[in-house]
């Protein structure tokens, strides 16, 4: 068994253990662009992309931002091509959804789209923080006001691309997410990841059903009258193994469902549980981290000890949410300081000091990286270690005779 940490591998020889992973690298990666070619020709609950175009004058495609592994180049050049084999007149903006992320770079979507698209396609990057590019359409579910980019809320067709993975509280990421926090304002960002929200049961990764945060996320797709998406699921090559077209909550449920098939597994439970994020570039920051952390918490043990292997070569990832966990006189202080923040008032980065709290407060978390992360580590309140030697010498003394569970990628599985 290897355990990815930043570019390399860390192996398991530590003795005894059961292993808790996702079978998406059993999924072979076929033609992506024919595999959406397919999903177009056959769309889940919705007319065929070509006649919601038809007599349309412009359109709106989301696209997805730098941080996302979507396999544009896979999507686009088909869904631009349905758009207008019966209008070729219609005005296509291709919408980049930043959500709460900085601008993507034209470096970036060049890379990201290929020249061509790049050069051809009127691109627009989203701006959360502009009230003059946003505009409010509606009041979500929770209260909350609905404010989304003015150009998809004033073209006659919008539609988005997308991909489907596990996500640790909107259940999972695709569809919905496109507009809400794709391409919505500052402050709908931040009132759907309110502390009231975060701290659900509901909340986790793999569930849509009763999940707040997803209940508000597909009202502004609705709102935003979002009428068409693609979306893939990839394999641990990030290559396309599956493409969903049609309706965007039928279109994307039958994605997530597919999906859980390989990634959903039953919880093995833990005294120690060893984990991972994925390796480079997931696990670049201890604020990324905090996913596969949430996958040892459903499957440990009470009082279990929760060891995280994570290079993190970008450091933290975040000022702000290093200082809460710093600061803090304690995760349990600190999560019922969040939970009680109205949603009109949630800061940036709440949501992943929230999650980390939580776990703090149920468990010992050890993390092995990079000594210059050493000092970090504690002072947000848990304990560095050099190597997984060290980290599971600690551990058995802090657990003797433990049962071990090992999830070699935490942010790959959705444990049951």
Same mark, same amino acid.
Request: net charge negative; aromatic share 6%.
């Given at each position: 068994m290897r355990l990815p940490y930043g570019e390399t591998f860390i192996d398991w020889t530590y003795g005894p253990c059961r292993e808790i992973a996702s079978r998406v690298d059993e999924l072979a990666a076929g033609d992506g662009a024919g595999l959406v070619e397919e999903a177009l020709g056959a769309p889940i609950g919705a007319p065929p992309l070509r006649e919601l175009a038809k007599g349309k004058k412009n359109a709106v495609l989301i696209i997805s931002d730098h941080t996302r592994p979507v396999p544009s180049r896979d999507i686009l050049p088909a869904m631009l091509r349905e758009m207008r084999a019966e209008n070729p007149e219609i005005e296509i903006t291709l919408l980049v959804a930043t959500g709460f992320h900085r601008a993507t770079t034209e470096a970036e979507l060049e890379k990201k789209l290929g020249k061509e698209i790049f050069s051809r396609e009127r691109i627009v990057v989203h701006d959360c923080a502009d009230p003059e590019k946003n505009v409010a359409i509606g009041t979500l579910p929770s209260g909350?006001?609905?404010?989304?980019?003015?150009?998809?809320?004033?073209? $006659?067709?919008?539609?988005?691309? @997308?991909?489907? /993975?596990?996500?640790?509280?909107?259940?999972?990421?695709?569809? %919905?997410?496109?507009?809400?926090? @794709?391409?919505?304002? %500052?402050?709908? #960002?931040?009132?759907?990841?309110?502390?009231?929200?975060?701290?659900?049961?509901?909340?986790?990764?793999?569930?849509?059903? @009763?999940?707040?945060?997803? %209940?508000?996320?597909?009202a502004a797709a609705r709102m935003a009258r979002l009428q068409f998406i693609v979306n893939v699921v990839i394999n641990e090559e990030k290559k396309t193994v599956a493409a969903f077209a049609g309706e965007p909550e039928a279109a994307h449920l039958a994605g997530c469902e597919y999906l859980r098939?390989?990634?959903?597994?039953?919880? #093995?439970?833990?005294?120690?549980?060893?984990?991972?994020?994925?390796?480079?570039?997931?696990?670049?920051?201890?604020?990324?981290? #905090?996913?596969?952390?949430?996958?040892? /918490?459903?499957?440990?043990?009470?009082?279990? #000890?929760?060891?995280?292997?994570?290079?993190?070569?970008? @450091?933290?990832?975040?000022?702000?949410?290093?200082?809460?966990?710093? $600061?803090? /006189?304690?995760?349990?202080?600190?999560?019922?300081?969040?939970?009680?923040?109205?949603?009109d008032r949630t800061v940036p980065d709440q949501w992943q000091s929230q999650i980390l709290a939580r776990i703090l407060m149920k468990h010992h978390v050890i993390v092995v990286t990079r000594p210059e992360m050493a000092e970090t580590v504690r002072e947000m309140k848990m304990e560095y270690a050099p190597s997984l030697a060290s980290a599971m010498e600690r551990a058995r003394k802090l657990k003797k005779n433990a049962d071990v569970t090992v999830i070699p990628n935490g942010i790959s599985v959705i444990v049951e």
């Open positions: 909350g006001p609905c404010v989304i980019d003015r150009l998809a809320a004033e073209t $006659e067709l919008l539609v988005s691309e @997308g991909f489907i /993975e596990p996500h640790f509280f909107a259940g999972f990421s695709g569809g %919905r997410k496109s507009v809400l926090p @794709g391409i919505s304002s %500052r402050e709908t #960002v931040l009132a759907n990841h309110c502390g009231t929200f975060i701290a659900s049961e509901k909340a986790r990764t793999g569930i849509l059903e @009763g999940n707040p945060i997803h %209940r508000d996320m597909a098939k390989f990634c959903g597994v039953k919880a #093995v439970y833990g005294d120690i549980v060893v984990t991972t994020n994925g390796g480079a570039p997931l696990d670049q920051n201890l604020y990324q981290c #905090v996913k596969s952390l949430t996958a040892a /918490e459903a499957s440990a043990n009470p009082g279990a #000890v929760l060891v995280l292997c994570a290079e993190c070569a970008d @450091g933290v990832g975040g000022d702000g949410f290093r200082r809460s966990l710093k $600061e803090c /006189e304690s995760p349990e202080a600190l999560y019922a300081e969040y939970c009680a923040v109205p949603a």
